[in-house]
């Protein structure tokens, strides 16, 4: 079965760094846009950015560009989203999520990755 | 790039059905007939029920629906049932390579 799967929960400090990964399975994964997704504490999904993972191709929301950055290694069939300076703003669920071949809906989702942003 | 507006809440009693509305601009969803739906249960993986507006995905029930006018696009869960009480939101390609979610739509089943 297809499927997505994220690395696990993270806590970090205020200015530490960090890249959380999103592998994918049993799928062609380099010909498929994954796109990663934030949801503060409490509030609604927020598109942050895709990556084709054939090509490294990235787009990101403006909302994020330059705050993260994605990345991708197709030979693990892995997605990325790193940080260079967590903020305890950064506190938040992200999925990766997979954009479907047609349609452009999102159809398969990665379990999530909680990362915690404390001194 | 602005979230999508949807309302806060919606409620309907089981077998009832409800809409819950999305709006947003001629530069995304007046744009593209690429609205998806997600229902979100808090815990889970939001999981995909609408796609190009108006097309389901295998395995989603028909009592989901979508559809689309101008800036505008609408989702309609009809014979509501205990199971769909859940976040939903709405999605937009809005050019570029570029995506838009919707603020978020709270079901409650009364």
């Known amino acids: 079965e297809a499927q997505l799967v994220q690395s696990g929960a993270e806590v970090k400090k205020p200015g530490e760094s960090l890249k959380i990964s999103c592998e994918g399975s049993?799928?062609?994964?380099?010909?498929?846009?994954v796109a990663w997704v934030r949801q503060l504490p409490g509030q609604g999904l927020e598109w942050m950015g895709i990556i084709y993972p054939d090509d490294s191709v990235t787009k990101y929301s403006p909302s994020f560009q330059g705050q993260v950055t994605l990345s991708a290694d197709k030979s693990v069939s892995t997605a990325y989203l790193q940080w260079r300076s967590l903020r305890a703003s950064d506190t938040a669920i992200y999925y990766c999520?997979?954009?479907?071949?047609?349609?452009?809906?999102?159809?398969?989702w990665g379990q999530g990755t909680m990362v915690t942003v404390s001194s | 790039q602005s979230a999508l507006t949807q309302p806060a809440s919606v409620s309907g009693s089981p077998g009832q059905s409800i809409t819950i509305s999305c709006t947003g601009t001629s530069s995304d969803v007046g744009s593209y007939n690429l609205v998806s739906w997600y229902q979100h249960h808090p815990g889970k993986a939001p999981k995909l029920i609408i796609y190009?507006?108006?097309k389901r995905p295998s395995g989603i029930s028909d009592r989901f629906s979508g559809s689309k006018s101008g800036n505008t696009a609408s989702l309609t869960i009809s014979g509501l049932q205990a199971e769909d009480e859940a976040d939903y939101y709405c999605c937009s390609y809005a050019g570029s390579s570029v995506y838009v979610f919707g603020t978020g739509t709270k079901v409650t089943v009364l």
């Open positions: 999520a997979r954009r479907s071949g047609r349609g452009h809906g999102f159809d398969m």
């Open positions: 049993d799928y062609s994964f380099s010909t498929y846009w």
């Open positions: 190009e507006a108006n």
